[in-house]
Nanobody, 127 residues
Framework: QVQLVESGGGLVQAGGSLRLSCAAS????????MAWFRQAPGKEREFVAA???????YYADSVKGRFIISRDNAKNTVSLQMNSLKPEDRAVYYC?????????????????????WGQGTQVTVSS
């Protein structure tokens, strides 16, 4: 059984930084794309960043240049370094594991591509 557990959320002032981590168990995640999504109150879940197993990286325009996704395949973890945080970054952040090893990079921003999700971690940014 695959489990994803996020950690690292919290409260930070605008302009500050947070680092989220996601630990995967039950499946070797190194061969599967992993991603971060977020959901703000009253809004739909949206794509934040994804990383394919060949190291290809994709970001939402809203976080490009501020967030950095990375993974450690040996430890089955994926991280999201969030810098220059803005109040609009406030959301519950979810880690996701792609359903298959094969993937279309252009579809990695779609939540339907992911079969496993973590429980989410809250990020709050004060102005």
């Amino acid at each position: 059984q695959v489990q994803l557990v996020e950690s690292g959320g919290g409260l930070v002032q605008a302009g500050g930084s947070l680092r989220l981590s996601c630990a995967a168990s039950g499946r070797t995640s190194g061969s599967y794309p992993m991603a971060w999504f977020r959901q703000a109150p009253g809004k739909e879940r949206e794509f934040v960043a994804a990383m394919g197993w060949i190291g290809d990286i994709y970001y939402a325009d809203s976080v490009k240049g501020r967030f950095i996704i990375s993974r450690d395949n040996a430890k089955n973890t994926v991280s999201l370094q969030m810098n220059s945080l803005k109040p609009e970054d406030r959301a519950v952040y979810y880690c996701a594991l792609h359903a298959t090893t094969a993937y279309n990079a252009r579809l990695l921003s779609q939540s339907q591509q992911y079969a496993y999700w973590g429980q989410g971690t809250q990020v709050t940014v004060s102005s």
